[in-house]
């Protein structure tokens, strides 16, 4: 069975609870956010990554955001003007990730509908409540795209995977590593060959951990060696997740999944995306149209608080790239699976969840 006491945040009368995955696996630190400028400052410096687990912390901000407003008394137009202040804020923190603004999105209608009682006190209820509602049904989500995703697993072999997406990138459970909890749960036996993604390392550090964790056979391997073994026949499949997916399929992840895709085409491995429904942006049409952030030189020079280059080489480090959607098999989401045309297949399947 998997191991559902992995998440990334907890939530209760104290605030909200983040695990430091920049110091996994070293070491397992849980810190404590009261606001949402806090939680913010949290999503910036990937304390908390993972669009999905964005998307929670984000709607967790705005809950800790109405307490306190709330606590101060604050009614009318005044709570009004901090809930849009804390929206705004939270929403400048990652560009690329989708959930985030989707998240929010939910909350603000939230807010909205719970305004027409006048109770200041129920609106922060609500916001709680509807935070602590999302994050369960990630989690719920999660299980289904593992439950979508298994039959494509083979029954016995080694799967590759890029970057983490996890139980520590999502509610919990994890998206392309919720497929391969789902294929065990299936009865299959797979090796987790993780890239080490870097530059810092998400793969190496937190993939490896959380699977370790849950009791998977784990490799890790250096970013470049995936086309050699791809090449050499050891691969079976390469998993990744999504941080937004466009409405033509055309993929955002992080850096380096595009070249997985690249290497997987080229050799015949079956290249699968895995997430959410509102992972998918219809409105933005192509991947062309998906912003790209660009981190800072210090994760890229020194990601392992060691310089890692010389300081005067002019650093360049973007977050993320795209895959075009012709290089991928099938898109799993948490209502089926999407294959080629995905114009078609991913409006056919939001069309269903409506």
């Not at 907890?10 to 630190?29: F, M, S």
């Not at 005044?78 to 909350?107: H, I, S």
Request: proline letters at 5%; glycine letters at 10%; a negative charge.
């Amino acid at each position: 069975m998997s191991n559902d006491a992995i998440t990334p945040l907890r939530y209760d009368a104290a605030g909200l609870h983040l695990i430091d995955q920049r110091l996994l696996p070293g070491e397992t630190v849980w810190l404590r956010f009261e606001t949402a400028e806090e939680v913010a400052g949290a999503i910036t410096d990937m304390v908390v990554r993972g669009a999905p687990a964005i998307g929670c912390a984000a709607a967790y901000g705005m809950a800790l955001a109405a307490r306190r407003l709330v606590a101060t008394g604050a009614t009318g137009a005044v709570l009004e003007d901090g809930l849009d202040a804390a929206d705004a804020r939270l929403r400048r923190t990652r560009p690329t990730a989708v959930n985030l603004f989707w998240a929010l999105d939910q909350m603000r209608e939230t807010a909205r509908a719970a305004r027409a009682s006048g109770d200041p006190a129920h609106v922060a209820e609500a916001l709680e409540g509807r935070a602590i509602e999302l994050q369960e049904q990630d989690v719920a989500m999660c299980r289904r795209i593992g439950a979508h995703g298994a039959p494509l697993m083979p029954d016995r072999g080694r799967v590759l995977t890029h970057c983490n997406a996890g139980a520590l990138a999502t509610g919990g459970y994890g998206t392309a590593l919720g497929v391969f909890r789902g294929a065990r749960d299936a009865g299959k036996t797979l090796t987790i060959v993780a890239d080490e993604t870097r530059p810092y390392l998400q793969g190496a550090r937190l993939t490896a951990w959380e699977m370790l964790e849950d009791g998977f056979d784990v490799e890790v391997i250096p970013d470049g060696a995936a086309a050699h073994l791809m090449a050499r026949g050891e691969i079976a499949a390469a998993v990744v997740g999504a941080d937004r997916i466009a409405a033509n399929g055309d993929t955002a992840n992080k850096i380096g999944t595009y070249g997985v895709a690249l290497a997987a085409h080229a050799h015949g491995v079956p290249f699968y995306v895995a997430a959410p429904l509102s992972t998918i942006d219809f409105a933005t049409p192509t991947g062309a149209d998906i912003p790209i952030e660009e981190r800072s030189a210090d994760e890229m020079y020194a990601a392992m608080r060691e310089q890692t280059a010389p300081a005067s080489a002019r650093p360049r480090y973007p977050g993320f790239d795209v895959t075009p959607a012709r290089l991928i098999t099938a898109i799993v989401t948490d209502r089926g699976l999407a294959r080629p045309p995905y114009a078609q297949s991913l409006a056919q399947i939001a069309e269903s969840d409506s």
